[in-house]
């Protein structure tokens, strides 16, 4: 029996592991000599775990397969950890796959295929109907740039005050953090950019980024959006009901698109929640299009029996089978387009932000940035959580950030 | 026995199980609580006091646990600082639905270490007695994570002290001072896990910081002989740390991912090692910090050691006069060539070199003198010579020069070059009055295998030609090729070079008793060379190059 060892992250919190086991259930018969066992790690444990298991196999075994987040294969892949999966399957065609996830597919410089996709995130900001409506404002005109969504957090903060457990802005990161996919929309609505066309240098200390970044901490600044984890209430967020706004590139079927038979109305929560494309920006409408990709790690035992299992879970149909699992988008055009059931307005809005995606760059340095950027932003908060934060820090640290980047960039060159 | 001790004795013997990592200790204590106080979901938090954050570790609900990452920052003055810092005991909540959380710490612990939160997401209230006693298993988990915890410690500290075993002893395994640095390098780099490792030695003078070698996240060996920096304030930050004088801030930015670490011996700053996560962005451990500090002066006598080894056996190897290799370099050498050109049937040649009139030099002008003139030669030959050839100062002024995969048209032409710039030397001799001295060299060569096919053989049948060239007018070069008295071979000898150029008319000879052509300075007559027979020579005659 060949043993697969697959490391996941927790998509689908306590139920993951169950999850990916039912979706393996057609590959192990397909493949009765294989066994996959999941390992379900959280996003900081994983990164640590791979790079222990680069620098010390023989103390750190690396596992056959892994679902990365689209940021890490372009670092992972320039530093020779993952397999080059046309030769392990030379039939992969990525015409499978939705082409605008291409980047994230390719290793930086080289025609490898390092992962392939498998569900996908397309931020789009939530809004609570009821709440909008009771305040009199108008989500179209009332979300649509930026300005006046911090114009509408304003008034609704002024009706419904600060509350222990409701926040206007949910905080769509798990860490109650700020990360390069939560600042990433905001920077390029401002015309911002956090690398250069060649990938050589960091960009996101510049003015335009700066004001993007800066913009959404306001979120934070004003008490709109919680905080680190602040209180140690349990917050729940607008899909629970405690929120008025929340920007996700989620779609948790089981709350928005309501019974299964797909043609009955959303009743409760669900048909309160509405749905606009990212606020734009002084400089454009744009929103990211994100994914977890899954690959082959280098030094597999069993690496063409791995490729096979990524092949089959990154396939359309089990892809979209765990997006709807984990409350994700499908990453194939077809599955896309019925995707919203009875939701005819989220489906607008989702393709319509579609329109306006961008991806991040395949820089091998992007993995590094997000943990660079991640750090500097923790320093932010905490002068936020003090209240001793002033916009001259934020600068500071982006500075810092933004060296450091570009000297991990001249190791790669 | 109440049931609430009952609980706490069956918990306290299942968490006493022997060898339970923190990990297994903290889901085993979660599935029990939760069975007990009918608590679900439930979470760890560990408390990081540099952060001043909780770290959620584990959650645990229906029967399953998942690694959970999500910090709870807190500030003094709230209610879960206290819990954690002892100010209180239970701390509940009632929004969105029953919170309760109660600290994991025990009364043998001065720091916290950490809090547990118990949900119950549908259902009563908890009770007074099931806060008590979910404070109470706290209690008796943390007692237990404590222990664990300090195993883990211990494990890791042995760990740490067995990798310096290990390093020092591969420090002790090679001396050359390239096997030394790679060895000791990688082995900091494998053992402690770092994303890079870079060794920077401080030069002779002082000056520069100059970059030796590096290792890389895959262990791979980077060369940093490009980078240099001058030693002084502001110049660097390598520079700074070095000189321990104040750099910008943004070394404290890093130093959680690089650690720079000077190497001292006897009070000499002699380099700096720096290790870096700048890639991985993995916070480098503390206590691993702490043992290569304390371990930074072995590593360097080590990399100072490997140093004074190089310069010691370059002692021992290289004459210190010209920095030509020594006789027992050469004859290690000798031998290799010899292996191969005996292995791939390959020519080779033999040159013996003699500076002309070197006595005289020395009893006229001084040994200072005769050092010059030889320094001046030994600069020639080393570089006039192709890379794989190999001189050797075999004593006196008779150097000795190995020509690997040569034959005697190539070792003509390589003697013919030598000879040529040979002639251009002028030593100055101030007192003198011609204020210089020219300088020539007579040469034999043997060839292997034609002249013989034993290191022996080549050196005797080199001496011989060099013989015959001495005798036959010196500033010249003699190939040994069937030399014998009577197979003199008449036309092939050529004269030497410059004898009509005008030297120095004070040479010794006169003085000295030598033969009229001296080149100590003096013109060597053309007719004097005599010469029509002998071995092959002709070589550098008439300063044109081959």
Sequence with gaps: ?413 | MSRTRELLYHFHKELNAPNLASLELMEMGLERISKSIRADPLASFLWDDARKILSQQLSYSRGRSLQTEQHIHLLETQPLWQLVHGGKEILSFHDPHEILYVPLAWRGTEKPLGVLRLERVRGRAFTKGQKRLAADFARELAQNLHQAHQDEINRQQLKRLSTLTELTAVFASSLRVEDSLRLILQGIQQHFAFDRVRLYAVDKPGVRLRGEMGVDIRGRIQNLRAEEYLLEPGRHRFADVLLSTPSDTSLERYRDVVLYLPLVVQAQKIGLLILDNLTSQQPIVREDAWMLKSFAGQIALAVDNARLFDEVQELSLYDSLTRLPLRRYFNQRVQEEMYRAERFSQPMALVILDIDFFKEINDRYGHQIGDLALVEVSRIIMGNLRKIDFPCRFGGDEILILLPQAREDEAKMITSRLLQEIQKIRVPVPFSKAKELRVTVSMGVATYPADSKTIEGLIEKADEALYWIKSHGRNGVALYQGLSASSVQPGLFEPKPGASEGLDAEGPSKEAGAPEENTGGSEAGAGDTGGTGGPQSGVGSGGTNP
């Excluded at chain 1, 397909?30 to 222990?52: C, I, N, Q, T």
């Excluded at chain 1, 990709?293 to 690496?303: D, E, I, R, T």
Aim: hydrophobic share 40%; with cysteine; aromatic share 10%.
């Design chain 1, 1 to 413: 029996m060949k043993t697969l060892t697959f490391w996941a992250l927790a998509d689908n919190g306590f139920d993951t592991a169950e999850t990916i086991g039912d979706l393996l259930r057609d590959f192990s018969r397909e493949a009765p000599d294989v066994e996959v066992r999941v390992e379900v790690k959280p996003y900081g444990a994983l990164w640590e775990a791979l790079f222990s298991a680069l620098k010390n196999p023989r103390e750190y075994p690396r596992p056959d397969l892994v679902e990365i987040p689209c940021t890490w294969g372009a670092t992972f892949g320039h530093m020779g950890l993952l397999e080059d999966l046309a030769v392990l399957a030379p039939q992969i065609r990525l015409d499978a796959w939705l082409p605008e996830l291409r980047p994230y597919c390719a290793a930086p410089g080289k025609p490898d295929i390092i992962s392939l996709p498998w569900w996908t995130s397309l931020r789009v900001l939530y809004y609570r109907r009821d709440i909008l409506d009771k305040a009199g404002i108008r989500p179209e005109t009332g979300l649509a740039t930026w300005d006046g969504f911090l114009e509408t957090c304003r008034q609704l903060h002024g009706k419904w005050g600060h509350q222990d457990t409701f926040h206007l802005v949910a905080n769509p990161n798990p860490r109650d953090s700020l990360s390069l996919i939560d600042l990433a929309p905001p920077v390029w609505a401002f015309g911002g950019q956090f690398f250069s066309s060649d990938g050589r240098r960091s960009l996101f200390h510049r003015e335009e980024s700066f004001r993007g970044i800066s913009a959404y901490l306001t979120l934070m600044a004003e008490g709109w959006m919680p905080l680190l984890g602040r209180s140690g209430l349990i917050l729940k967020d607008l899909f629970e009901g405690h929120a008025a706004f929340q920007f996700s590139g989620r779609f948790p079927r089981s709350v928005l698109a309501g019974p299964r038979s797909g043609r009955e109305k959303v009743t409760g929560l669900g048909a309160k929640i509405g749905a606009v494309p990212f606020p734009s920006g002084p400089a454009r409408s744009q929103t990211i299009l994100a994914s977890r990709q899954l690959a082959v790690v280098k030094g597999s035992k069993y690496a063409r029996e791995a490729a096979q299992c990524v092949l089959y879970l990154a396939q359309p149909s089990a892809g979209s089978s765990y997006a709807r699992s984990v409350g994700g988008l499908p990453c194939s055009a077809a599955a896309f387009e019925g995707w919203f059931r009875s939701r005819e307005d989220l489906r607008q809005t989702f393709t319509q932000s579609f329109g306006r995606a961008r991806t991040l760059p395949p820089v091998s340095a992007l993995g590094v940035t997000e943990r660079v950027l991640e750090r500097a932003m923790e320093s932010v908060l905490e002068a936020i959580l003090r209240r001793s934060y002033k916009p001259e820090h934020l600068r500071e640290q982006i500075i810092y950030a933004a060296a450091e980047v570009d000297y991990i960039l001249s190791l790669y060159e």
